[in-house]
């Protein structure tokens, strides 16, 4: 069981129909499941299988090529790694993977990162990979690059920009309000690797990315930053976004232009294996399976936190299940601790009447905090009442950690390997 308060917070036959509908999200997205239905060898011939672009699958010869690699960044992206190591075998010649959960490898070697802001042990693996390993490539050379949600902060190496500046301009961005895409812009431009700049380094090789999304909409070029995928920003963009926010001490000399050049692109294949779409269609599956009637209201869900809760309750339609995948966003202004998943919850409890349920986490199990997000209803704020709690107050200092562990509803899973961003849930019953 993933939800380790399970029991605790199924109070009521409902509340245990929601967190049985997010234990079935979350196995849905572990790794082993979803490197064996999409990744298959046969002999030599590697087949990916790609669920968000129309190239379906694709046969790779392994023997074709002299050596093969595997670069891997990201949350979740060394679990995914392992199980295609094993895949693999003896025609992998050496891998590199950096993530926040370990794993024992074979060959590859491994690097235990930071996320969300990037550190020195971050860069010094980056580095370490562009400068001494990748040497005298070719076009017999075939590197696999598996990517995951995370990858901008654990896989970088600046343009300019030194660590403490880097580190200065994420925690704006992270408290600024702005979107993931607007971010990931910004990202981009401070960087030799983001927005197709890893091609460079790789190029003339074979490069196939195998890519799990974090992102609304999935768009490939905002996942990670998009290390191998065409980028159509520029730098007028990302100094756009830096006005918008009012973003301090970064210039337009700490920004670099994303490569354009077709032949960089010419011999690059993207599958995306993995999105939240498998979580809600996993939750829906689920539902129905309860007997109940759910609705996928989007898998591309955006907006202010403290709005998100109220909009999607509003959405929801009474006797059913409405399930959201997406990215809400919050711009700090107090100095309390939570994550996005907890506001959304906690804002929400001022729209909640006494046969509504609203639940919101993240999928690696980790809301910028200890919590995986929170469950919401009338028990709630019979709660917060009892403990003379005031929703608004904890909101107001975004200190939604603070609120949840009082009340006792936060949702406790601990970190997990995999990562396709946010999934909320409101019943109606």
């Given at each position: 069981m993933f939800i380790k308060n399970f029991d605790k917070?199924?109070?009521?036959?409902?509340?245990?129909?929601?967190?049985?509908?997010?234990?079935?999200?979350?196995?849905?997205?572990?790794?082993?499941?979803?490197?064996?239905?999409?990744?298959?060898?046969?002999?030599?011939?590697?087949?990916?299988?790609?669920?968000?672009?129309?190239?379906?699958?694709?046969?790779?010869?392994?023997?074709?090529?002299?050596?093969?690699?595997?670069?891997?960044?990201?949350?979740?992206?060394?679990?995914?790694?392992?199980?295609?190591?094993?895949?693999?075998?003896?025609?992998?010649?050496?891998?590199?993977?950096?993530?926040?959960?370990?794993?024992?490898?074979?060959?590859?070697?491994?690097?235990?990162?930071?996320?969300?802001?990037?550190?020195?042990?971050?860069?010094?693996?980056?580095?370490?990979?562009?400068?001494?390993?990748?040497?005298?490539?070719?076009?017999?050379?075939?590197?696999?690059?598996?990517?995951?949600?995370?990858?901008?902060?654990?896989?970088?190496?600046?343009?300019?920009?030194?660590?403490?500046?880097?580190?200065?301009?994420?925690?704006?961005?992270?408290?600024?309000?702005?979107?993931?895409?607007?971010?990931?812009?910004?990202?981009?431009?401070?960087?030799?690797?983001?927005?197709?700049?890893?091609?460079?380094?790789?190029?003339?090789?074979?490069?196939?990315?195998?890519?799990?999304?974090?992102?609304?909409?999935?768009?490939?070029?905002?996942?990670?930053?998009?290390?191998?995928?065409?980028?159509?920003?520029?730098?007028?963009?990302?100094?756009?976004?830096?006005?918008?926010?009012?973003?301090?001490?970064?210039?337009?000399?700490?920004f670099t232009q994303t490569p354009k050049e077709d032949k960089y692109f010419e011999n690059v294949f993207n599958f995306l294996i993995l999105s939240n779409q498998t979580a809600l269609e996993a939750m829906k599956q689920k539902a129905y399976d309860l007997g109940l009637a759910a609705d996928i209201f989007s898998n591309s869900f955006q907006m202010e936190a403290g709005k998100a809760g109220e909009t999607l309750i509003k959405s929801a339609e009474k006797g059913t299940i409405l399930l959201a995948g997406g990215e809400t966003t919050v711009k700090v202004t107090g100095g309390g601790e939570g994550g996005r998943n907890q506001e959304v919850v906690l804002s929400a409890l001022s729209s909640i009447d006494e046969k509504t349920i609203i639940s919101s986490f993240d999928s690696d199990g980790w809301d910028n905090s200890s919590l995986a997000g929170a469950i919401g209803d009338i028990y709630t704020t019979n709660k917060a009442e009892e403990m003379n709690l005031e929703p608004s107050e904890f909101l107001n200092s975004n200190n939604s950690l603070e609120f949840f562990e009082k009340v006792g509803d936060g949702i406790k899973t601990g970190r997990l390997p995999s990562n396709v961003s946010d999934l909320m849930i409101v019943y109606k019953y």
């Open positions: 917070l199924a109070t009521t036959p409902q509340r245990k129909i929601v967190l049985e509908l997010i234990e079935e999200a979350f196995s849905s997205i572990q790794s082993e499941n979803i490197i064996n239905n999409n990744i298959k060898i046969d002999g030599s011939i590697l087949t990916i299988k790609d669920n968000g672009l129309p190239a379906g699958s694709q046969t790779f010869d392994l023997s074709a090529f002299d050596r093969v690699f595997l670069i891997g960044f990201g949350k979740g992206s060394a679990k995914n790694s392992k199980f295609i190591e094993e895949k693999l075998g003896n025609y992998l010649t050496d891998g590199f993977v950096i993530d926040t959960n370990p794993e024992d490898f074979k060959k590859i070697k491994f690097t235990k990162g930071t996320h969300p802001l990037p550190s020195e042990q971050n860069m010094i693996f980056t580095k370490f990979l562009l400068k001494d390993e990748l040497r005298d490539l070719s076009e017999k050379d075939l590197f696999i690059v598996v990517v995951t949600g995370g990858g901008s902060a654990l896989f970088e190496n600046p343009y300019r920009a030194n660590l403490d500046k880097l580190i200065a301009i994420e925690e704006q961005l992270l408290k600024s309000g702005a979107d993931i895409f607007e971010m990931n812009t910004v990202r981009k431009h401070l960087s030799l690797l983001k927005g197709g700049g890893l091609l460079k380094y790789l190029y003339p090789s074979r490069v196939v990315s195998i890519i799990s999304s974090d992102v609304p909409g999935n768009d490939l070029s905002v996942i990670s930053s998009g290390p191998t995928v065409r980028d159509h920003t520029t730098v007028e963009d990302a100094l756009n976004i830096v006005d918008k926010y009012h973003l301090k001490e970064i210039t337009i000399d700490d």
